[in-house]
């Protein structure tokens, strides 16, 4: 793509395809948004506000035609983290102090793109990304293995191991159950159905449709969230901890430029058309910047949402906003419906979720690569 206008590749000559694309890539978004909002810490809806507004701003503004953008596993990871840590320190304001991060992630990603340095972020170290990205996966499955057990979640690694014998000594069978349906349908639905049916959805109907059926006393689901329009939050600066909301915000900007580059890349190898990254920083950065103003997780290019609209037709920005405002109109009228589903559910696509980021290829290959790529990967991954 060249440098010109993000607004002039916004034709509707295909909006058609846009719409479809747009749409299917919002049914596949939805049960990703809530699972990564509730393992965030901030509430299912956070999921769907970040959904929202990195998936519109990104598409309008942002420099890949048909890439979706939104809540993925890195970030809400990194988001944990600074959301318990900030709650731990002032809990009337730290989920104001969280979103503050997401702010200073999304100007930092928009002054990357004015710097002109997309082109260096792609230029990382192949073990590097591997060994992060692995330890990311591995870390979601962790996190989620409590709501799988039919135990409260929790944000923190460590405790997270810490309880997990306890966890293993009460499991609760039905929730387990209810994950592992979750977890089969998304290995199992055939893959020839997976564009107009994709699988997290059908896991989601499925687990929910179930858990209706089994005592409402003994399954653990989202509760009750708001509907509407997300409201204004003003950033809180504290300067006690504003040296930690200028790390977070750096390293989420940088994990989420990363992040949309590579899933452009892969845009890009579908559409046989070129992005351009600058351009596509300043979008995600509109986006993260506004998601924090309203309450939303911040996000990135998301590869699987990206190839799904591609696959059902996307072809220009149009799909993206629209399946952003899909998801829109689902939250204003349809949230309430979302309270019923259980937590084990969004558990079991979650683990998915963090299986599909691990980089299984890097370890089949370990006896094949050299020793100070080896040694570089497990030392990002232990770090």
């Known amino acids: 793509m060249s440098s010109q206008s993000r607004f002039n590749q916004l034709s509707f000559r295909h909006i058609g395809t846009d719409f479809t694309g747009g749409l299917t890539a919002a049914v596949v978004a939805?049960?990703?948004?809530?699972?990564?909002?509730?393992?965030?810490?901030?509430?299912?809806?956070?999921?769907?506000?970040g959904a929202v507004l990195v998936?519109?701003?990104a598409a309008l503004f942002g420099g890949t035609p048909s890439q979706v953008s939104g809540p993925t596993g890195p970030m809400t990871v990194v988001m944990a983290g600074v959301f318990t840590s900030m709650q731990a320190k002032y809990p009337e304001t730290g989920l104001y102090l969280g979103f503050t991060a997401v702010i200073i992630a999304g100007l930092f990603q928009i002054a990357f793109g004015l710097l002109r340095l997309g082109k260096y972020f792609i230029l990382?170290?192949?073990?590097?990304?591997?060994?992060?990205?692995?330890?990311?996966?591995?870390?979601?499955?962790?996190?989620?293995?409590?709501?799988?057990?039919?135990?409260g979640g929790t944000p923190s690694l460590m405790a997270?191991?810490?309880?997990?014998?306890?966890?293993?000594?009460?499991?609760?069978?039905?929730?387990?159950?209810?994950?592992?349906?979750?977890?089969?349908?998304?290995?199992?639905?055939?893959?020839?159905?997976n564009v107009w049916l994709p699988r997290p959805l059908v896991a989601l109907l499925t687990g929910t449709l179930v858990a209706l059926w089994l005592p409402p006393e003994a399954i653990a689901i989202i509760g009750d969230i708001p509907t509407g329009f997300p409201p204004l939050h003003w950033p809180v600066i504290n300067l006690d901890v504003l040296g930690e909301l200028l790390y977070a915000g750096v390293l989420l900007a940088v994990l989420g430029s990363i992040d949309s580059l590579l899933t452009s890349l892969v845009a890009d190898s579908m559409t046989k058309q070129q992005h351009d990254?600058?351009?596509?920083?300043i979008g995600q950065g509109v986006g993260n910047t506004l998601a924090g103003f309203f309450g939303g997780l911040p996000g990135a290019g998301a590869t699987m949402r990206t190839v799904v609209n591609i696959r059902a037709g996307g072809k220009t920005g149009f799909s993206g906003a629209i399946h952003a405002l899909v998801l829109l109109v689902v939250m204003m009228g349809a949230g309430k419906y979302a309270a019923h589903v259980p937590l084990a559910v969004l558990a079991g696509i979650l683990i998915k979720v963090g299986l599909d980021i691990i980089d299984w290829?890097?370890?089949r290959r370990l006896g094949k690569l050299p020793m100070n790529t080896v040694a570089l990967m497990l030392l990002v991954l232990g770090l």
């Open 55 to 57: 998936g519109f701003f």
């Open 361 to 363: 290829p890097f370890f």
């Open 277 to 281: 990254s600058d351009r596509e920083l």
């Open 160 to 193: 997270a191991l810490v309880s997990l014998p306890d966890w293993l000594l009460a499991i609760n069978w039905q929730e387990l159950a209810l994950g592992g349906l979750a977890l089969a349908v998304v290995y199992l639905w055939p893959a020839r159905w």
């Open 124 to 151: 990382v170290p192949y073990p590097v990304i591997s060994g992060f990205m692995t330890g990311i996966g591995v870390i979601i499955i962790i996190l989620q293995l409590g709501p799988l057990l039919g135990h």
């Open 30 to 49: 939805l049960p990703l948004a809530l699972a990564f909002g509730m393992a965030s810490g901030a509430g299912p809806v956070a999921g769907v506000y």
